[in-house]
């Protein structure tokens, strides 16, 4: 499949340290991140974002560093791009708050994520609400043209396009305009229990989620048990065969042919699982094999985070200062 990054762009994006990676944040954003790397990407581990749901705290640190580990080991490459962790570079959250004086609640109230969150919980926090405005303030800080995510995030970065320009025509030129980059394949890569509901860190049920860390055994058994349709015609319909479709979808998205070339392939739902799982597992084991060599040595991963902090900080501080000049901060 081709890569579909301009590499001399400017590029952003984050993930949250909200529980194990699984495979819709790495079809959908992290394999991007890696095939995309360069001087001008910049990864961040979102872990303000993760405290808009309830979360422990040390379950949040050490989701932190193990965040980190899973996207070295996925291939990012500190000595090529810059990987580092929100909360370290302040200048995220005080861009945020000047952002939240140019957004408004209508707009934030309508995010479907946010209603989507908030319809699970009584009480939810603020954060929840506000959180698409922290991730205009990740992206604009970095004057990031690209922004590689999954489908899921489309519409905060209609929100963040929008909040930069009328920042931009309210107080000057001071941020770029982003476009969101979506990979060809698996770009929203469903729950396997329940395929009307996108593949969750913290809403998936237990077999609905494939990790990157998972054993085999896991893998094969998640896959076999995947929901698809009471026919045996193995087609790429997301219309009328959600599951299987999403099958495919995952299958494409590892193999590089298409949903529908695969799909020719095969005459049974068996034999099409069967393959599928051997590749994703073969897919994932050098990842999970990398995974535990570095995250054994916690000090290399903490010097990894101190140097992308720093260079991050160089780039977002500049962009900030502008914008608060620029509202009329002394
Ligand atoms: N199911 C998905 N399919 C394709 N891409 C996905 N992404 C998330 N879920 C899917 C993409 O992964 C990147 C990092 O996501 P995130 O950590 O910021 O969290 P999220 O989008 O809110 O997704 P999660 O994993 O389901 O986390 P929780 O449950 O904590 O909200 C993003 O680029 C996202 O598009």
Redesign the pocket.
């Known amino acids: 499949m081709p890569v579909i990054y301009d590499v001399s762009m400017r590029i952003l994006?984050?993930?949250?340290p909200?529980?194990t990676m699984?495979i819709?944040?790495y079809?959908?954003?992290?394999k991007q991140w890696v095939d995309s790397q360069n001087p001008e990407a910049y990864y961040c581990v979102?872990d303000l974002?993760?405290l808009t749901?309830e979360i422990e705290p040390a379950a949040l640190r050490e989701q932190t560093t193990d965040c980190v580990a899973s996207l070295l080991a996925a291939g990012l490459d500190p000595e090529v791009c810059t990987l580092f962790i929100q909360s370290h570079v302040p200048f995220h959250a005080q861009l945020s708050w000047l952002l939240e004086c140019v957004s408004s609640y209508g707009e934030l109230s309508r995010m479907t994520?946010f209603k989507e969150?908030a319809d699970r919980q009584e009480g939810y926090r603020v954060g929840l609400l506000t959180y698409p405005v922290l991730m205009a303030a990740d992206i604009l800080l970095y004057s990031a043209q690209q922004v590689?995510?999954?489908?899921?995030?489309r519409q905060h970065l209609e929100l963040t396009r929008n909040v930069a320009e009328r920042f931009n025509n309210r107080y000057g030129e001071i941020f770029t305009i982003p476009e969101g980059v979506h990979p060809p394949a698996?770009?929203?890569?469903?729950d396997l229990q329940e395929p009307s509901r996108?593949?969750?860190?913290?809403?998936s049920s237990p077999l609905g989620s494939i990790y990157v860390l998972d054993e085999p055994a896991e893998i094969e058994k998640k896959i076999k048990k995947a929901v698809t349709d009471t026919e045996n015609e193995v087609r790429f319909d997301w219309e009328t065969k959600p599951g299987l479709s999403n099958l495919l979808e995952i299958f494409s998205s590892f193999e590089g042919s298409s949903p529908e070339v695969i799909a020719s392939r095969y005459t049974g739902y068996g034999a099409l699982k069967s393959d599928l799982a051997t590749l994703v597992i073969e897919s994932l084991a050098p990842i999970a094999e990398r995974y535990r060599e570095l995250r054994s040595d916690p000090t290399a991963i903490n010097a990894v985070v101190l140097h992308g902090d720093d260079k991050a900080a160089q780039v977002a501080g500049p962009v900030y200062r502008r914008a608060a000049a620029a509202m009329g901060l002394i």
């Not at 994006?13 to 949250?16: A, K, R």
């Not at 590689?148 to 995030?153: E, F, I, M, R």
């Open positions: 994006s984050g993930i949250q909200s529980g699984h819709g944040n079809l959908g954003a992290v979102v974002h993760a749901l994520q969150k590689p995510v999954g489908d899921d995030q698996a770009a929203r890569v469903m996108k593949m969750s860190k913290s809403i």
